[in-house]
């Protein structure tokens, strides 16, 4: 299994260190940490960690696209991440000696047409090659609504595809194997109850805390994680997409069992695109999914 | 008049607008600007805008070097900033939508012993063609004590040093041409009265919104702005800088009133390395310094 990421909105995810938060003062930054983000190059990261072979592709540019390989190389994850000319956002994390964390989101870069066509060249051979394509987050500005619908025609594997709003609909109806919404993004995409009336063949539903349902042409099934799970959420769905490709061959309510287990796994570790690998693989033979008959 | 600027902690400044900054929250960010930073960089902006030739020195590494550099180019101010392994320091401004502005600085990089001996020879070639220089702003980690010491012995021609500390009293006492400090930075270098005790020639000290004063050998004069400023401060000392090396060879009362002038019109600019021309300009002439016959 080898595995395709592409992260078209990649960022920098750079933490500060405060002692307080204080609106309207200078702050002296104690510790400064940068690393590659954005969800695909997550679910690249998670999936390196379990050792399944994985290339992370996506749109990069200036400083922060140069650190964002460069950190990509750091930490062993395969990259090829395209060049453009359009700055990578940054994502600033202020994080409080209390713990509580601040988050200033960059809006990121404008694609140019050219940039896009030139990537789809790229994206063509990387695709080529792989068994299963992971299309993860939000499109950058310049780029078509339909944009992962041509990314999931121009694969001829399967492809998961992690998205919302316009994105998630248009790039649904191309037909991927797998769409993995929370059940807020699934409302706001579609107006009928049946996950799959989108069109993809099947779909993860995330509702949070409770669990996860998987809608498939085999059943639907759902889990619950072993406990409750206190800690950082940002990450879990990008672990959970991580779980089904790393599970591919598994029957569903397996991959579902894995995805849930993973995803609270990522919970508990403090960065996105980490795991606590102890509580994952004590929890993950336990969760049992149910069938749901639905009428 | 050639100057020559020396910024060895140089930063990237980064103003990032949003909505209202709420600690625990996530903001969007609405907007980026980026510029180049470091008070000796506000200095040869400003002496760039005034038409005095100059040319920026100090060390960049990384990204942010590099988009330092970029941007020192795309202003159009001559730039020789030397390279360093180490990333040069960002600063974040958050500016919420009520004008609230809060800050955080990074710590910045350390400079090893070989890059600072390196620097130093890169120093001595441009200090040789130069008619005088000017030190500013604080010593990255790494650097001696005593640094500004070596680059005001380094230099055969006039230095004005604008540090506070150690790295002020260390630097004062290689006799610089004139030292900057504000009234609270010299009582805290000094045990003494006389702002001459620590070396320097001359001294030109800033009591903030009430005016400046200039300590000579040939006298002590005083002046206070034309009227009450509001603004940012932040840069209103590199322009009191500025205004010194512009009017170097004009009598120290005139060179105080350009001083407390041009401090004045940096005040009612938004950014560092700006002033307000129009305000400049009409009121220039009407400053008069006072002389004060101390006991």
Not at 54 to 59: D, K, P, R
């Amino acid at each position: 299994m080898r595995a395709l990421t592409v992260t078209l909105n990649a960022a920098l995810d750079v933490t500060y260190r405060v002692g307080a938060l204080r609106p309207g003062a200078t702050h002296r930054v104690t510790d400064v940490a940068v690393r590659a983000g954005g969800k695909g190059v997550n679910v690249a990261r998670v999936l390196h960690a379990l050792g399944v072979p994985v290339l992370a592709t996506g749109l990069a540019g200036g400083g922060a696209g140069a650190a964002l390989r460069d950190d990509l190389v750091l930490s062993g994850v395969p990259q090829a991440m395209f060049p453009i000319a359009g700055e990578t956002r940054r994502t600033v994390t202020v994080v409080a000696e209390s713990g509580q964390a601040t988050l200033f989101a960059e809006p990121g870069p404008s694609v140019t047409s050219g940039e896009w066509s030139d990537f789809l060249g790229h994206y063509r051979e990387l695709a080529a090659v792989a068994d299963v394509v992971v299309l993860s987050g939000s499109l950058p500005k310049g780029l078509p609504v339909d944009a992962y619908a041509t990314l999931v025609r121009t694969a001829s594997v399967p492809v998961v595809l992690d998205a919302d709003g316009s994105a998630l609909a248009a790039g649904a109806s191309a037909g991927p194997a797998v769409i993995t919404p929370n059940r807020g993004e699934l409302t706001a995409a579609s107006e009928v109850d049946d996950p799959l009336a989108l069109g993809a063949a099947a779909a993860l539903v995330s509702d949070g805390a409770q669990g996860m349902t998987a809608y498939t042409c085999e059943g639907v099934w759902t889990a619950a994680p072993p406990e409750v799970i206190t800690g950082n959420p940002t990450g879990a769905g990008d672990a959970a997409v991580a779980a089904l490709v790393a599970a591919w061959h598994l029957p569903w309510p397996r991959r579902l069992a894995e995805a849930v287990a993973l995803s609270a796994a990522a919970v508990r570790a403090p960065l996105a695109g980490d795991f606590d690998r102890a509580f994952y693989d004590q929890h993950r033979a336990d969760i049992t999914p149910r069938e749901v008959h639905e009428d």
